[in-house]
């Protein structure tokens, strides 16, 4: 009987101390695990943040990009109606350059012109030209004017009157 109240004696020990062992160890592992979930409570939050951070900027670059898009958008549409004004002036000044009343602006301005200068050369339109040598008197006509009408007196000096 000794020897089995030893053998009880050293076993009760023994699973005194594995108890303690195991509840040291339950105790580390809790431990870890606590802490384990507030690294993982920040890596999420960190995640989270960076998204939203991501999430904005994407945001932004839309908006910057859209306001540009409208910018050129709305640059194209002023461009369009510019252009479609120029025309419509172009055609209305056409259609001037055809009216006998032009032909009378015509030799009335010139003849001005050709009181104030005295040796010149008159540049015009090649359809203006007859009108131009009709009025010029002794200027030299040169249909080399590029325009819609109208002509350009230049003195013997070169200067443009």
């Known amino acids: 009987m000794g020897i089995d109240r030893l053998t009880s004696s050293l076993l009760a ?3 005194k101390q594995a108890d303690e062992i195991v509840k040291t160890a339950e105790g580390h592992l809790d ?3 606590i802490e384990e979930k ?8 960190k995640a989270e943040e960076d998204a939203f951070q991501l999430i904005d900027e994407q945001r932004k670059e839309r908006i910057a990009s859209s306001r540009l898009e409208a910018k050129r958008i709305l640059n194209e549409a002023k461009e369009d109606a510019i252009k479609a004004v120029l025309e419509d002036i172009y055609t209305m000044l056409e259609s001037i350059s055809k009216k006998p009343s032009y032909k009378d602006f015509l030799k009335s301005t010139l003849a001005s012109a050709m009181r104030e200068i005295n040796s010149a050369i008159v540049h015009c339109r090649k359809d203006d030209k007859a009108v ?5 008197g002794n200027a030299r006509v040169q249909d080399d004017l590029n ?3 109208g002509f350009i ?3 013997s000096d070169g200067k443009v009157h």
């Open 31 to 33: 431990k870890m695990l």
């Open 13 to 15: 020990e023994a699973k």
């Open 132 to 136: 131009i040598q009709a009025t010029a």
């Open 147 to 149: 325009a819609l009408g």
């Open 153 to 155: 007196v230049e003195s």
């Open 38 to 45: 507030a690294k993982r409570a920040i890596l999420l939050k």
